[in-house]
Structures are given as structure tokens and as C-alpha cells.
């Protein structure tokens, strides 16, 4: 059982490279997705204004 065991560790080893790879990869991802998420926010909430804007001037102009 022992030989079987050293002959796991470098695979293991391997492939929790690979999963520490992945797991920065997806960090990356999430950290993109927020940015762009607070980013499509950020124009929404812009777009809001300028429509707010916009309706205040007519209801001043109906006043």
C-alpha cells in the first residue's frame, strides 16, 4: 500500500496545482462579473437621472 501511495503523491500534487489554478481563475471571473455588473449599475443608474431629468422639466413646464 505504500508504493501506491508514493505513486499518488506526485499526481495529487499535480493536481492540486491545477485546482489551485482553477480556483484563481474563477476568483478572476467573479472579480470580472462584479466589475461589470457595478459597472452596468453605475450607467443604469445614469440613465435613471437623465430620465429624472427630463420628467421634472415637464412637470415644471405643466406647473
Known amino acids: 500500500m505504500a508504493v501506491?501511495?508514493?505513486?499518488?503523491?506526485?499526481?495529487?500534487?499535480?493536481?492540486?496545482?491545477?485546482?489551485?489554478?482553477?480556483?484563481?481563475?474563477?476568483?478572476?471571473?467573479?472579480?470580472?462579473?462584479?466589475?461589470?455588473?457595478?459597472l452596468q449599475h453605475k450607467e443604469l443608474m445614469v440613465d435613471l437621472h437623465r430620465h429624472l431629468v427630463v420628467v421634472e422639466a415637464v412637470v415644471a413646464q405643466l406647473k
Open 4 to 38: 501506491v501511495a508514493e505513486e499518488t503523491q506526485p499526481v495529487n500534487k499535480v493536481l492540486m496545482v491545477d485546482l489551485e489554478e482553477d480556483l484563481q481563475m474563477v476568483n478572476q471571473l467573479e472579480d470580472l462579473v462584479i466589475h461589470l455588473l457595478l
